[in-house]
C-alpha cells in the first residue's frame, strides 16, 4: 500500500477579488459595448469570488509576449513550487535527502532545465533523486500525477515520493484573444501549486490515507474540446461547450464499473474529492453520479476562493478534505479529473 503523508497547497501572494481582474481585462482589451458585457456576465457566472496571480496585477501589460510570460512562468514557478515542496515535506517530517522521486506536472509553461531539476538544487534534494517532469495533462494532471506516484511505489515500497503541480494559467491569457473560449478562460482560471508527500508501504504511517488503485480512461474523437492551440503568441485556449455532455455521457459509467472491481458503489464513497472544471461541470458530475448537492460542497468552494487551477486544483481540495473531517477508518474516497485528450482519472483513497 502507499500512504499520503502530507499535502500542502498554496496560491500566489497576490489575490485579487474578481471585479479587480474584470476591469483589469476591461481596460486591458480596451472592451466596449457588448464584448464587456459580455465579458462581466462570464465573470459573474462562473462563481469564482477571487484569484491568486502570479505576478502583481499591474505587471501584466508589460510582458513581452510568450518569451516574457514563459520567463516569468520559469521564475515564479520555481519560488512557488519549491515553498510547496519544502512545506509537504516539513508536514511529513521529512527531509529533501528522503526524497527518492519527484514526478512534477505542470501545463502552463515550458523549461529546460525542468522545474523539477532546478527546485532539486534549490532544496537540495539528492543528485540520484528520480525526476519526471510531465506536460500536457491539464487539469487531470494532478489525479494522474497521484496515480503515476503510486504505481512507482508500488514497485519501490521503500522509496518516498512527491508529487508537484504547478500552474499559472494567468501567464497564459492571450491579450489578442476575443474568442468565447479565451473570454471565459480568463474569467474562470486561477494560479496556484500543490505538493503531495507519497510513501511506500515499507513506511510505518497508519494513520494515513492509502491509495488503493487508480483507473485512467481516455475518450476517442474528443481531442478538440479542451487544451492548446499553440502559436507565435503562446497557447491558446481549447473549451468546448460539449465538456458537460461528454461527462453526462461517460462518467458514471467509469466510476461505477471502477468501483465495482473493488466491491464498492457510489453509496460507499465519502467523501468526493473532485477537481473544480467549472459550474457546469460540477453539475453534471453531481447529475450523473446522482450525488447530494452537498456532496461537492468542497469543490465548490475550492472554485469560488481560488478560481480552476488546472492540475493543482483537485490537489487544493485533497488538502481541504484532509483539513476539514478526515473520513472515519475503513472509509473509502474518491480523487478524479478530467482533462485534455478527452480524459478522465479516477484514484481509489482508503481511511
Not at 491539464?138 to 494522474?144: L, R
Not at 521503500?158 to 494567468?170: I, M, P, Q, R, W
Not at 478560481?307 to 473509502?332: F, K, M
Request: a negative charge; one cysteine or more; charged letters at 20%.
Amino acid at each position: 500500500m502507499t500512504r499520503i503523508a502530507a499535502v500542502r497547497a498554496l496560491v500566489p501572494e497576490h489575490r485579487y477579488p474578481q471585479e479587480r481582474i474584470t476591469g483589469a481585462l476591461i481596460d486591458g482589451w480596451g472592451l466596449t459595448g457588448t464584448k464587456q458585457a459580455l465579458l462581466r456576465r462570464l465573470h459573474t457566472a462562473v462563481g469564482v469570488r477571487r484569484r491568486g496571480l502570479a505576478l502583481p496585477i499591474e505587471r501584466y501589460a508589460g510582458l513581452d509576449g510568450f518569451g516574457g510570460a514563459n520567463d516569468a512562468y520559469v521564475a515564479e514557478s520555481v519560488t512557488l513550487g519549491a515553498r510547496a515542496v519544502e512545506g509537504a515535506l516539513d508536514d511529513a517530517g521529512l527531509d529533501a535527502k528522503d526524497v527518492d522521486l519527484i514526478l512534477t506536472v505542470s501545463t502552463t509553461g515550458v523549461a529546460a532545465p525542468s522545474i523539477d531539476t532546478r527546485i532539486a538544487a534549490e532544496l537540495g534534494l539528492r543528485a540520484d533523486v528520480r525526476r519526471v517532469p510531465v506536460f500536457g495533462l491539464g487539469c487531470v494532471g494532478g489525479a494522474a500525477g497521484l496515480a503515476r506516484v503510486h504505481d512507482h511505489l508500488t514497485g519501490w515500497p521503500g522509496h518516498v515520493a512527491v508529487l508537484l503541480s504547478v500552474e499559472l494559467c494567468s501567464l497564459t491569457l492571450q491579450r489578442h484573444d476575443r474568442t468565447l473560449a479565451n473570454l471565459v478562460a480568463s474569467a474562470l482560471f486561477g494560479d496556484g501549486a500543490a505538493a503531495v508527500v507519497v510513501c511506500g508501504a515499507a513506511h510505518d504511517l497508519p494513520a494515513a490515507p492509502t491509495v488503493l488503485a487508480s483507473r485512467s480512461r481516455l475518450y476517442p474523437d474528443s481531442e478538440h474540446l479542451m487544451g492548446w492551440r499553440v502559436s507565435g503568441d503562446g497557447f491558446g485556449v481549447m473549451l468546448d461547450p460539449g465538456i458537460p455532455e461528454m461527462v453526462r455521457a461517460h462518467l458514471a459509467d467509469d466510476v461505477r464499473g471502477f468501483l465495482a472491481a473493488h466491491g464498492l458503489t457510489p453509496r460507499d464513497i465519502t467523501p468526493w474529492i473532485c477537481h473544480p472544471g467549472g459550474p457546469k461541470i460540477i453539475d453534471a458530475v453531481v447529475e450523473t453520479l446522482g450525488l447530494s448537492p452537498s456532496a461537492l460542497a468542497l469543490t465548490r468552494t475550492s472554485l469560488r476562493e481560488k478560481g480552476n487551477l488546472s492540475s493543482a486544483s483537485v490537489l487544493h481540495v485533497l488538502s481541504d478534505t484532509l483539513a476539514a473531517s478526515p473520513p472515519p477508518a475503513g472509509g473509502h474516497a474518491l480523487l478524479m479529473a478530467l482533462g485534455p485528450g478527452f480524459c478522465a482519472e479516477l484514484v481509489l483513497l482508503a481511511w
